[in-house]
Nanobody
Framework: QSRVVESGGGSVQPGGSLRLSCAAS????????IGWFRQAPGKEREGVSCISMNDGSTNYADSVKGRFTISRDNAKKVYLQMNSLKPEDTAVYYCAAEVRTRGCTVLAGPYNYWGQGTQVTVSS
């Protein structure tokens, strides 16, 4: 069964860093776009960042620009490096995969495969 799996969540103090990973199971990420999304309690799901595994293009939500960096490891894994974390970054973070040969979007609609999510808590 094809799926994506997140890892790397945890608890950190404000100003700290975490790195999330997204890996595919049952398929290769070579012709996909990978997106990171988050959902905080009582809030709607928000697109955070995305990357095209094919052409390497990226997009970021304004709320994370300059603090988060998305990267890829060939066609195997995608990482989300989160620096200067704030309490408002607290959420369950999900990665998702979309069949796309060029570019990527932080809109959730086109994504086909979703992970189970990993909790990120930023608190002092």
């Amino acid at each position: 069964q094809s799926r994506v799996v997140e890892s790397g969540g945890g608890s950190v103090q404000p100003g700290g860093s975490l790195r999330l990973s997204c890996a595919a199971s049952g398929f290769t990420l070579a012709y996909y776009a990978i997106g990171w999304f988050r959902q905080a309690p009582g809030k709607e799901r928000e697109g955070v960042s995305c990357i095209s595994m094919n052409d390497g293009s990226t997009n970021y939500a304004d709320s994370v620009k300059g603090r988060f960096t998305i990267s890829r490891d060939n066609a195997k894994k995608v990482y989300l490096q989160m620096n200067s974390l704030k309490p408002e970054d607290t959420a369950v973070y999900y990665c998702a995969a979309e069949v796309r040969t060029r570019g990527c979007t932080v809109l959730a609609g086109p994504y086909n495969y979703w992970g189970q999510g990993t909790q990120v808590t930023v608190s002092s």
